[in-house]
C-alpha cells in the first residue's frame, strides 16, 4: 500500500478551454459558475508558440533550448566541460492507459549542442540507446554514470561515444514502480553522490565503488545548497530538507529515519496557484482536491526541486528553492531562512507563481542550475504522466474525453533568464587547466564552483595542493574556502592541520564543514588530537549537533572517549531533541549500554535522551521478533514482490512506516482486522487520517492520501490477494490470509465506485 497520488514525474493535469489557435487565451479569472470547461481534443502547443502561454515573473524572461524532434521525453539532464547538455529521455512511459510496452528498450541518453552558438540546441547526438525507463545520468572522472532499473552503470566516454561498462550497483533501483525508483544522482559537495527515493550514497575511489548506507530521501529530483545540505519532496509536499550536512545521522537503523533534523518539511505550506482549471488530476473528483474554479488547491505532483545558486539572477533570488508541480503546470518560488542549524522556508508568493503555464500539456518534471547562471527547466510535454498503478477510472476518462494520450514524441527544454543582467544565449566550454580549475573556485555561480572542484578531483591534480590550501587559509570568500577544503579532501590531501585551523575559525560556516570532514579523516594516530580539539568546542552552541554525531565516530577508535563528549553535550542541553537523536544515531545495538551509563549523571528519565533510547530500543526489540521474510517471500513469491514493487517504498521494507509518506503496516488494525477493510482500502485507496494503534496519522507527519491499485487491470484479484496474505503474515502480524474469492466478492459490491474511502465510512460498515 502506498499513500497519496506519488507521482515521479508525476500527474495528469488536464483540463483547458484554449482555443487550438497560435494566439495565447486571455487571462483566466474563473469563477465557480463557471465550470463549464471544453471537453473536445487538447492540441499540442509547437515550442515556440508555448512561450506566449507562461506567465513568468517580472523581470526575467523563458527562452526555448531544444525541442521535439531533437529531444523526446526529457526527465534529466547535465551539463559537460564543453557546455552541451546531456538528456536522460524517457519515452517508454506510459504510452497509454494501460502502460504499454513499458518495458521496451526505447529509452536514450543523448548529447545536445548548439553549433551556431545562438542559444537554441540544433545538433543530437545519442550516447546510449535501447534503455529501459533509465531516469539520471552523473559525470565522474572519464565517464558518466547512468541509472536504468535496477541497476547503475559506470560508462567511461571515449570521443562521445561509450567505451567501458562497470557495474556500480546492481540493486540501485530494486522494487517500487517506474514512479517509485531511486533516482537524482547529485554529486554533492562533500564528494559523495545522493539519490531521492533511496537510501544509497556512492563514491569512487580509486577503481573501487563504494556504497553507503544514508538518509531516505524524497521522491523525484534531489538538489543541494551552497553548504552541501540536501532539499527533496514528496509529491504533495513543496520542501523538505536536512538541518545537518548529509554524511550525519545515518549509522543507527533502530531509528528507522526518524532522526530529528533529517527529513524535515521545511514549510507546511503546499497551497499552489494554477492559471487555469485542472480537473484532471487522479483525485479531481474530490472536492477537497480542486476549488470552486476547478483548480488544484495544493501539490499532488511536486518534483524536481532546486537550489537556485547562480549568478545571473538578482541577489534576493539566491538560494531560493523552485520547486516543478506539473499537474499544475507551474514552478514554484520558495524563500529559505537560516536560523541557527534550523531551515525555514515560505512561498515567495501568494496567490501567484514564479512561472505558470495555461498550457495543460506543459508538464515541468525537473530544474537545473546551468553553468551560464541561468535556471534550466525540463518540460516532458505530454498528456498522460500518472503511472498505470494509481490511474484512477476518474482520470481515464479525462485522458478519453481530450484525447491526451497522443501524441508521445514531444519534448522541450527552457532557460529562465534576468533581465536585469546581459545574458548571452550562447555555449561556452569550460576552464579545464588545473591552475584555471582553481580559480574558477571563486566563482559567485555554484554550478561553476561544483564543476571545478570535481575536476580537479577527477584530474588528480595533486599539484593543486599548495594553491588549495592557500586558498583553505587565506582565502576572503567563505564559499572558496569551503570548496578548498573539500577539494583537497576528495584528493587524499587534507592534513589534521588543515581540519583543526577549521574548526578554530571564527567563521560557522567554516567550522561546520570542519566538523563535517572530520568522519572521513579519523585514523589510529591521529584521533586523540581530534578529540581533544572537539572537547574544546563544547562551548559552540552552533557544533552541538556535530559534536553528537561526531561522539559516533570517535567510538571506532575509543568508546570511553565517545561517550564523555556525547554526555557532555546532552548535559549542556538535556532537553533538546535534535541534540538526543544525533546521539542516540551513533548507538546501534548500543542503547541500553549507554542509558545505563548516562543514569548516573542525567537521572530524569523524561529527558529527550531517554525517549529517543526508548523508541530506539523498542524498534531493536520488534526486528528481532519479525517473522523470517525470506521464508514469506518462498510462500508468497507474488505477494512479497508487488509488496516490494508497490508498497515498501511508502510503508517502509520493515512495514513500519516512512516518516512524512505512511503510517506503519506491521501491527495495524487496518491490517490484521476486518478483510472487507484491507481489501476495500488496497483498491480504492484511503483518504484523510487514520489512526493505527492509538496514534492518529494525518498531514505531514504522512501524506493525506493512498492511491487505490484496483484500477489497474494488469493485477488480477489472485495478485491483490497474495499481495494482501503476505501483508497480513509479515513482520509480527499472523492473521488469516486472504483468498482470491474474498477480493473477488469485495471488487463486485463496488463495481462502480471511483472515489477513495474515509475511515470514517470504513467503521460505518456493518
Known amino acids: 500500500m502506498k499513500l497519496k497520488v506519488p507521482v515521479i514525474l508525476l500527474l495528469l493535469a488536464s483540463i483547458l478551454w484554449y482555443c487550438k489557435t497560435s494566439q495565447p487565451p486571455a487571462a483566466q479569472t474563473r469563477t465557480a459558475e463557471e465550470k463549464n470547461v471544453r471537453t473536445d481534443a487538447v492540441a499540442v502547443v509547437p515550442a515556440q508558440e508555448a512561450l506566449k502561454y507562461m506567465t513568468i515573473e517580472d523581470g526575467f524572461e523563458v527562452q526555448l533550448v531544444a525541442a521535439e524532434p531533437l529531444v523526446e521525453a526529457p526527465v534529466a539532464l547535465s551539463f559537460d566541460a564543453k557546455g552541451r547538455i546531456w538528456v536522460v529521455e524517457m519515452p517508454g512511459y506510459m504510452n497509454d492507459t494501460l502502460g504499454s510496452n513499458e518495458e521496451a528498450p526505447t529509452g536514450k541518453i543523448v548529447i545536445l549542442e548548439d553549433t551556431n552558438q545562438d542559444g537554441l540546441m540544433d545538433r543530437k547526438q545519442v550516447f546510449l540507446d535501447s534503455l529501459i525507463l533509465p531516469r539520471a545520468i552523473c559525470f565522474i572522472e572519464n565517464g558518466i554514470l547512468v541509472a536504468e532499473p535496477p541497476y547503475l552503470w559506470h560508462y567511461e566516454i571515449k570521443n562521445d561515444k561509450p567505451g567501458k561498462k562497470t557495474l556500480v550497483d546492481s540493486t540501485y533501483a530494486k522494487g517500487g514502480n517506474v514512479e517509485h525508483q531511486a533516482n537524482g544522482l547529485v554529486r554533492a559537495l562533500d564528494n559523495w553522490i545522493y539519490n531521492a527515493k533511496s537510501d544509497k550514497r556512492y563514491r569512487k575511489v580509486g577503481d573501487k565503488w563504494l556504497i553507503e548506507k544514508t538518509h531516505y530521501r524524497g521522491q523525484w529530483g534531489i538538489a543541494q545548497d551552497n553548504t552541501g545540505r540536501l ?96 499537474s499544475a503546470n507551474l514552478v514554484k518560488r520558495n524563500l529559505v531562512q537560516e536560523q541557527g542549524n534550523v531551515l525555514v522556508a515560505k512561498q515567495a508568493y501568494q496567490k501567484r507563481e514564479f512561472l505558470a503555464s495555461t498550457d495543460e500539456r506543459f508538464r515541468p518534471v525537473s530544474l537545473n542550475n546551468g553553468p551560464d547562471g541561468a535556471l534550466y527547466l525540463i518540460d516532458m510535454y505530454r498528456g498522460i504522466i500518472q503511472h498505470k498503478t494509481y490511474l484512477t477510472t476518474y482520470l481515464k476518462g479525462q485522458i478519453a474525453k481530450r484525447q491526451l494520450t497522443q501524441p508521445l514524441n514531444c519534448g522541450r527544454i527552457y532557460r529562465i533568464v534576468s533581465k536585469q543582467k546581459p545574458y548571452t544565449a550562447a555555449q561556452r566550454s569550460l576552464p579545464q587547466q588545473p591552475e584555471q580549475l582553481v580559480a574558477l573556485l571563486e566563482s559567485p555561480n555554484g554550478w561553476l564552483r561544483d564543476y571545478a572542484q570535481q575536476a580537479l578531483i577527477d584530474g588528480k591534480y595533486t599539484t593543486m595542493v599548495p594553491r588549495l590550501r592557500q586558498l583553505l587559509t587565506e582565502g576572503t570568500q567563505e564559499l572558496a574556502r569551503v570548496h578548498a577544503l573539500w577539494t583537497l579532501e576528495g584528493l587524499g590531501a587534507l592534513s589534521t592541520q588543515d581540519v583543526l585551523l577549521c574548526l578554530r575559525d571564527s567563521s560557522w560556516p567554516i567550522r561546520r564543514q570542519g566538523l563535517g570532514v572530520i568522519p572521513s579523516q579519523l585514523s589510529v594516530t591521529n584521533w586523540q588530537l581530534y578529540a581533544a580539539e572537539l572537547e574544546k568546542r563544547t562551548n559552540d552552541t552552533l557544533a552541538y549537533p556535530y559534536l553528537a554525531f561526531l561522539s559516533g565516530s570517535l567510538r571506532r577508535f575509543n568508546a570511553p572517549a565517545a561517550d564523555a563528549l556525547a554526555e557532555k553535550i546532552l548535559q549542556k542541553r538535556p532537553r533538546d531533541r535534535y541534540l538526543a537523536a544525533a546521539v542516540v544515531s551513533t548507538l546501534a545495538n548500543n542503547e541500553a549500554e549507554f542509558q545505563d551509563r548516562l543514569r548516573a549523571n542525567l537521572p530524569d528519565s523524561n529527558l529527550a535522551v531517554y525517549r529517543s533510547l526508548k523508541v530506539a530500543l523498542k524498534n531493536a526489540a520488534s526486528t528481532r521478533t519479525n517473522r523470517d521474510p525470506a521464508l514469506l517471500a518462498r510462500q508468497y513469491p507474488k505477494g512479497a514482490n508487488l509488496f516490494n514493487t508497490i508498497c515498501q517504498t511508502c510503508h517502509g521494507k520493515d512495514g513500519n512506516g516512512v516518516a512524512s509518506l505512511a503510517p506503519p503496516l506491521n501491527k495495524s488494525e487496518w491490517v490484521t482486522g476486518r478483510k472487507d477493510h484491507l481489501i476495500s482500502i488496497v483498491l480504492y485507496g484511503l483518504t484523510g487520517p487514520v489512526s493505527v494503534n492509538n496514534h492518529l496519522y494525518t498531514a505531514p507527519e504522512i501524506n493525506a492520501d493512498m492511491p487505490g491499485i484496483g484500477y489497474d487491470p494488469s493485477l488480477s484479484s489472485g495478485d491483490v490477494a497474495e499481495l494482501l496474505s503476505f501483508i497480513r503474515k509479515s513482520w509480527q502480524n499472523n492473521a488469516e490470509g486472504v483468498t482470491t474469492g474474498e477480493v473477488d466478492q469485495v471488487r463486485k459490491s463496488l463495481v462502480k465506485r471511483e472515489k477513495a474511502f474515509t475511515i470514517k465510512e470504513l467503521q460505518g460498515q456493518q
Open 231 to 326: 532539499y527533496y519532496n514528496h509529491n504533495s509536499q513543496n520542501v523538505i530538507a536536512d538541518y545537518y550536512l548529509p554524511g550525519f545521522g545515518a549509522g543507527n537503523a533502530n531509528q528507522r529515519n526518524d532522526v530529528a533534523g533529517f527529513n524535515v518539511n521545511i514549510t507546511t505550506d503546499n497551497r499552489v496557484y494554477p492559471l487555469h482549471a485542472t480537473p484532471g488530476v487522479n483525485r479531481g473528483y474530490m472536492k477537497e482536491t480542486l476549488d470552486d474554479s476547478l483548480r488544484l488547491r495544493s501539490f499532488t505532483a511536486a518534483c524536481g526541486p532546486v537550489v537556485y545558486r547562480g549568478e545571473q539572477f538578482p541577489a534576493a533570488y539566491a538560494s531560493n528553492v523552485f520547486v516543478a508541480e506539473p
